[in-house]
Every structure is written in C-alpha cells, then in structure tokens.
C-alpha cells in the first residue's frame, strides 16, 4: 500500500501516533466527502461512519464537535440542553480556522483548536467504525473505545 498521504492527512496520522495510536489513514481514490460516500468507499454501513461535525454556539460562537452516527441527525434542541446554549451552524471558514480541516474531511482529533466533543451513542454498538482523515479522500478505521479515549469526548444520546 502507499504511504505517501497529503500533508492534511499526514497531520492526522502523526497525531494518532503522538497519542499513541496505531490506526493507519488511507486515502482512497474516491471522495469520502460524505458519509453515505464514506461507507460506500470502505464498504461498511452508513452507520459505521462517525461523521465529525463541527457546531457554533449561538451566545458564546465557541466551536463544539459533535461526532455522530452517519445515518443520524444531531438533535440541536436536544444538544442544547448538555452545551447550553443553542447550536447553529458554522460557515466553512469557521470549521476551517478552529480545526485546521475542510468540511468534508474532519477528522476526530488533531484540531487546530481545542474542542469541546460529544460522541453519540450509537457509534459504540459497532465492532469497528471509520472516521474522516483530514481531507474528503481520507479515512481511518478504529474502534469506538479507541474514538472515546482519543478524543476524551463525552458520550450520550444525541439524536
Ligand atoms: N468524510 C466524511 C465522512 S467521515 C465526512 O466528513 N462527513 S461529515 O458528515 O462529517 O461532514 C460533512 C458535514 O459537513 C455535513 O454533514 C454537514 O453538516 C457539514 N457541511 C457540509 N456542507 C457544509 C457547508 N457548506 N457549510 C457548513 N457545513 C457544511
């Protein structure tokens, strides 16, 4: 396999290591901008995607990461109750300056930025899930216990 990953990727693999991770990122030829285009790429479900994104608090416009299911809808009134504030949804530039990554390619740790993290719940009724990498071509498999510990996030319903 090749080793060669765009610096954007690299970031996140040297992060894994720093923390003590053996994950291997791998960049496909496809985009795995999505998550349904993710699963497709890996040939997992949909589900098995942990799609990071990146919400805005409305009050404070602090950046909160929540990493969901890939076929789930965050419930932002839900949400809203844990991070207490309400939750809107940052522009590109945002997710951008407070991550380091673009949409489409955020992966679960190596931010620019520290961010508070959620994790749902339903990531952890997998064996092995798959995350972004650090660009829409870029995925690492890991499993949900490793998503927690890596990332510290706090883990509960979030649909
Ligand atoms: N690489 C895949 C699978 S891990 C991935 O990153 N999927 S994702 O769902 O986590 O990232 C795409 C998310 O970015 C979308 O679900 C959406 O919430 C957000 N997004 C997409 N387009 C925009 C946009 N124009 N502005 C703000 N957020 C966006």
Same mark, same amino acid.
């Given at each position: 396999? #090749?080793?060669?990953?765009?610096? #954007?990727?690299?970031?996140?693999?040297?992060?894994?290591?720093?923390?003590? /991770?053996?994950? !291997?990122?791998?960049?496909?030829?496809? #985009? !795995?901008?999505? *998550?349904?285009?993710?699963?497709?790429? =890996?040939?997992?479900?949909?589900?098995?995607? *942990?799609?990071?994104?990146?919400?805005?608090?409305?009050?404070?416009?602090?950046? =909160?990461?929540?990493?969901?299911?890939? #076929?789930?809808? =965050?419930?932002?009134?839900?949400?809203?109750?844990?991070?207490?504030?309400?939750?809107?949804?940052?522009?590109?530039?945002?997710?951008?300056?407070?991550?380091? /990554?673009?949409?489409?390619?955020?992966?679960?740790?190596?931010?620019?930025?520290?961010?508070?993290?959620?994790?749902?719940?339903?990531?952890?009724?997998?064996?092995?899930?798959?995350?972004?990498?650090?660009?829409? /071509?870029?995925?690492?498999?890991? !499993?949900?216990?490793?998503?927690?510990?890596? !990332?510290?996030?706090? =883990?509960? *319903?979030?649909?």
């Amino acid at each position: 396999m #090749s080793t060669t990953l765009k610096p #954007s990727a690299q970031k996140v693999q040297d992060t894994l290591i720093e923390l003590g /991770f053996a994950n !291997t990122i791998i960049e496909l030829p496809n #985009s !795995t901008r999505t *998550a349904v285009e993710a699963a497709q790429a =890996v040939g997992c479900d949909v589900a098995q995607i *942990a799609k990071s994104l990146v919400f805005k608090t409305k009050r404070t416009q602090r950046p =909160v990461l929540i990493i969901a299911g890939g #076929s789930n809808r =965050v419930n932002e009134k839900k949400m809203r109750a844990v991070i207490g504030e309400k939750l809107g949804k940052p522009d590109a530039n945002f997710v951008r300056r407070h991550t380091g /990554f673009v949409i489409g390619g955020v992966p679960p740790v190596g931010h620019a930025t520290r961010l508070e993290t959620y994790i749902d719940e339903d990531l952890l009724q997998h064996e092995t899930i798959w995350a972004a990498g650090g660009n829409p /071509f870029a995925l690492f498999q890991l !499993t949900p216990a490793e998503l927690v510990a890596m !990332t510290g996030g706090q =883990v509960l *319903a979030v649909k």
